[in-house]
């Protein structure tokens, strides 16, 4: 997916690792210590690369019908795989071997571990079902319910046991101890994606009706921004937990979330480059960097918290898919993007080694 | 030479049919055909447990499931997240079909690719096929407004099931079919059998036409039925209700100045149905304030509850600087004669602007679905008696039951379907040595009695 560079200054000119997925990349997500990168496609497939020696540790071509989600827990040593069956697998993340299959109750979006990899929880149907980790078996511990419709997403609390479900009709809050709910933030409208600050104090939502919800976590008060073009699946936080960047059509915004009342009233910096929809956007995990990728494969990088206006991106270049998937490193020191093709490509970061 | 741009979009069909209507039968005609087209087909079930998938033949077609409730309520968010991932996986499908519950309304379905600009993009809408129980079309039609909907937005329709009814009966149903839906074209059958060519890929879907069937077809749904705008000068009025068919009525009165907009920048009406409409579904999301008779509204951005048990109830409002105020109500004003008046007399007070919102659409609560699903074998005599009596006793109440049962001393799967007192039956396919037996089962009715049912089918258990 190597492509046409237009400027250079964040990433190397080219991929250091390429790897062919079967099917849409549906999510990338690297272990800790950065040394390798698991990716799962809506065909199916779950895979695990090894980033330094440039190679497929293994691979599952057909674990599931489609894979909407997966995650790692680094406790048990495990991939977690989930998505158009009604069963979760997880699988060795050495080797790939089916370590434990979990019966659902319907078709799953979501599946996240708790940051301490103690719980983990899966969004599958109307219910989340909360497991508890012992060793590396993860044993049925909490059902959540009494949501309005299928949950579309989920997020655990950074560093907390405090579990943020949307589904039509309200955000809700679940404790990792209780299977009450712990709080619920209303709202007639369609959640379809939920994003902790890191430091908890807000939650984010994208939703369907082109418009983004910020809750003030600790005081039940929303805001909700409109102009966006399309619904929002985007979102990201920069490390800081001020910024949090989001999709929603051609031109990635930005909103500042610094002071006692949030970006109220606060314009949003608007981040032009794309000429298409932008399908995913991640800020980097310890630096101020925002990328972007399109459909048509443009992929930009900008700083949007420096104090001057960000103008031209610091980075543009074209690959040969739809953009659909970002990830940075744990340390920032790669990039891995995934196309909607199916390659996963990976790049060095040329930003990290300045900071 | 044809100029025209060929629409590369993938044709969707969407099957819409009351309870019992034929259209799995349908669906099972199309995939055993060898039409060569790769179909999706993506099954909403109205009972909590899902056995569709199980009636549908095995087929290399992907058969998506929806069970979390009606395709046209809540669930649409399933739908999208569904065709979402399908329009992904493109390579593998060239056609998808939709089979509905027979308690969808189609139109908030059909809407559904309308209002996602990704949808939209990838899908186009076929047509909107429908079957009708020739049998029991009349009593659907007379009683439940989701089959007159399904008949009203159908681009073709199968009177199914003609060999249950007299030559006479079926014109009389026709012209009925036909007074509520002129344009569509209407086919007789028997067992939904029909050419594919008059089903798939007929191009048949009209916006324009869907536009006057509904012309709010594409607005959104609120929370609310109207929202309209008065022009006050500071000081006290009285908002009256006589009692209406509800107990209470929702409400919200704010100013405009607690808009993010200008006069200027656009006409009342226009601030009324966008920014004016955003802001009260926000307040119709909140906890509700309960008020009684003679109490005090604060124009303030909360959601009120008004009660209107009484004749006549008066609610006063205070008004702290004149200007232009919002009011949006949960239903419309003339169901509960509402009418604003100034404290000190003069004439009702008329709305400078007002607009009917669609509201969100509801299903018939009393139709409810129960479902069984328990391991075991079944006496097949004590099931015959059950099901016999069940059937007399409450066949006009239960619209629909079908399931996949295991029978004591049978090999296969048995599968059933039925429709108020009409019963069908066949084995289906073999249980594995080492598979759980076990029975799926799903009523769909009006005042269904949960406990009863259970009792009674557990009873037929060996």
Redesign the interface.
């Known amino acids: 997916m190597s492509g046409i560079a237009t400027s250079s200054r964040i990433l190397e000119q080219e991929p250091c690792a390429e790897f062919q997925l079967n099917g849409y990349v549906s999510e990338i997500c690297w272990t800790p210590d950065g040394s390798r990168v698991a990716v799962a496609s809506l065909e199916g497939e779950a895979a695990v690369f090894d980033v330094a020696a440039g190679r497929r540790a293994w691979s599952r071509p057909e674990l599931l019908f489609g894979i909407s989600s997966a995650a790692i827990c680094t406790e048990a040593g495990l991939l977690g795989c989930c998505g158009d069956e009604k069963k979760l697998s997880l699988l060795s993340l050495e080797s790939g071997e089916t370590l434990q299959e979990l019966a659902l109750p319907a078709w799953a979006e979501r599946l996240r571990f708790s940051d301490d990899g103690a719980l983990m929880a899966v969004a599958a149907g109307r219910e989340v079902l909360v497991y508890q980790r012992e060793g590396s078996v993860f044993n049925p511990y909490l059902t959540y319910t009494e949501h309005d419709s299928t949950v579309s997403d989920i997020a655990w609390q950074p560093g907390g046991d405090i579990l943020a479900a949307c589904a039509y009709g309200a955000l809700s809050l679940w404790t990792g101890n209780d299977a009450k709910d712990h709080r619920r933030f209303r709202w007639k409208g369609s959640s379809l994606r939920v994003a902790w600050s890191p430091d908890s104090r807000y939650l984010a939502t994208g939703d369907q009706d082109a418009t983004v919800h910020i809750w003030f976590v600790d005081s039940g008060k929303d805001l909700q921004m409109r102009g966006f073009e399309t619904k929002v699946l985007e979102l990201s936080w920069d490390h800081s937990g001020r910024y949090l960047a989001t999709g929603g059509g051609v031109v990635p915004t930005v909103w500042d979330c610094s002071g006692k009342t949030g970006p109220e009233n606060r314009p949003p910096v608007e981040l032009f480059g794309h000429k298409a929809q932008v399908k995913t956007l991640s800020f980097a995990r310890q630096h101020s960097l925002l990328v972007a990728g399109d459909e048509i494969g443009d992929l930009c990088a900008w700083n949007p918290t420096a104090d001057e206006a960000p103008g031209e991106p610091l980075e543009r270049r074209t690959l040969s898919s739809a953009l659909v998937y970002s990830a940075f490193s744990p340390d920032d020191s790669h990039l891995a993007i995934g196309g909607a093709d199916g390659v996963v490509s990976i790049f060095r970061t040329r930003w990290h080694e300045r900071a | 030479m044809d100029m025209r741009v060929k629409d590369r979009r993938v044709p969707v069909t969407v099957l819409t049919g009351f309870l019992g209507s034929g259209k799995t039968t349908l669906l099972n005609r199309i995939l055993s055909e060898q039409h060569g087209k790769r179909i999706a087909v993506i099954e909403n079930e109205f009972g909590e447990i899902g056995v569709d998938h199980e009636l549908v033949i095995g087929a290399d077609e992907?058969v998506?499931?929806m069970?979390?409730?009606c395709i046209c309520c809540?669930?649409r968010?399933?739908l999208?997240?569904i065709l979402g991932?399908l329009i992904?996986?493109k390579d593998q499908f060239d056609y998808i079909l939709i089979e509905t519950t027979g308690m969808a309304d189609p139109g908030p379905v059909i809407q559904t690719f309308f209002m996602?600009?990704?949808l939209q993009q990838a899908l186009r809408v076929d047509a909107c096929v429908t079957l009708v129980d020739a049998k029991h079309a009349h009593r659907q039609l007379d009683e439940q407004s989701e089959a007159s909907e399904q008949v009203a937005f159908a681009d073709v329709i199968l009177l199914n099931k003609t060999d249950l009814v007299t030559p006479s009966e079926l014109e009389q149903l026709e012209q009925r079919i036909r007074s509520m839906n002129a344009r569509a074209g209407i086919h007789h059958t028997h067992q939904a059998e029909l050419p594919l060519e008059h089903i798939l890929n007929v191009e048949a879907f009209n916006l324009d036409e869907a536009l006057e069937i509904d012309p709010r077809f594409l607005e959104?749904e609120y929370?609310f039925e109207w929202g309209g705008v008065y022009a006050l000068s500071r000081g006290s009025y009285t908002l009256e209700f006589l009692s209406g068919p509800d107990p209470s009525i929702d409400i919200c009165i704010f100013p405009y100045r607690d808009l993010e907009t200008s006069p200027e920048e656009a006409t009342l009406n226009e601030v009324l149905r966008s920014q004016g409409a955003?802001l009260a579904?926000?307040l119709?999301?909140?906890?509700y304030w309960p008020l009684i008779d003679g109490a005090t509204i604060v124009p303030k951005q909360r959601r009120y509850r008004l009660k209107t048990s009484l004749e006549n109830q008066k609610f006063l409002i205070d008004i702290p600087e004149p200007g232009s105020y919002f009011v949006f109500t949960q239903h419309m004003p003339e169901e509960f004669s509402m009418s604003m008046k100034s404290s000190t007399g003069g004439p009702d007070l008329s709305p400078t602007a007002s607009h009917e919102f669609k509201p969100d659409h509801e299903h018939d609560d009393a139709v409810t679905s129960v479902g069984i699903s328990t391991p075991g074998r079944l006496d097949v005599e004590l099931l015959n008696g059950w099901l016999g009596t069940l059937l007399r006793e409450q066949g006009l109440d239960i619209f629909r039951m079908k399931g996949v049962l295991s029978i004591s001393g049978q090999d296969r799967r048995f599968v059933f379907q039925g429709v108020h007192m009409l019963f069908d039956g066949a084995p289906g396919k073999p249980w594995e040595p080492n598979e759980e037996r076990r029975n799926s089962l799903v009523f769909i009715g009006r005042n269904l009695n949960r406990a009863e049912l259970e009792k009674g089918f557990r009873e037929c258990l060996v």
């Open positions: 992907e998506f499931e069970n979390n409730g809540t669930v968010g399933d999208i997240r991932k992904k996986r996602d600009d990704e959104p929370p955003e579904a926000r119709f999301s909140h906890e």
